[in-house]
């Protein structure tokens, strides 16, 4: 009932920036958190940046003083902004959402929803 979408991915020089959006669209009423998580090839997803509905913001540790994550909660959409890009980010970057519905026959609910992911290269 809802979608993520991701845009702004590419290949990119390493020094350079780079700005994620994310558009959340669909049925829901709310949304919670917001963030990135990103999976370079033969690793593990790892956690990117997250914001809460509040604004209240938290890094993984090999982003911090480089990637800034914001959020405009009118038009339902993230962002990541990249700078001083390094080889090492180059990965899948994948948006999520923490949906809220509140209806009245089905009742309060939460749930996590996830973007296609885009891809993020950067050569040195």
């Known amino acids: 009932q809802v979608q993520l979408v991701e845009s702004g991915g590419g290949l990119v020089q390493a020094g350079v920036s780079l700005r994620l959006s994310c558009l959340v669209s669909?049925?829901?009423?709310?949304?919670?958190?917001m963030g990135w998580y990103r999976q370079a090839p033969g690793k593990q997803r790892e956690l990117v940046a997250t914001?809460?509905?509040?604004?209240?913001?938290d890094y993984g540790d090999p982003v911090k003083g480089r990637f800034t994550i914001s959020r405009d909660n009118a038009k339902n959409t993230v962002y990541l902004q990249m700078n001083s890009l390094k080889s090492a980010d180059t990965a899948v970057y994948y948006c999520?959402?923490?949906?809220?519905?509140?209806?009245?026959?089905?009742?309060?609910?939460?749930?996590?929803?996830w973007g296609q992911g885009t891809q993020v290269t950067v050569s040195s």
């Open positions: 999520y959402a923490r949906i809220v519905v509140a209806v009245v026959v089905e009742g309060p609910y939460e749930y996590d929803s």
């Open positions: 669909g049925r829901f009423d709310r949304v919670n958190d």
């Open positions: 914001i809460t509905s509040g604004g209240n913001t």
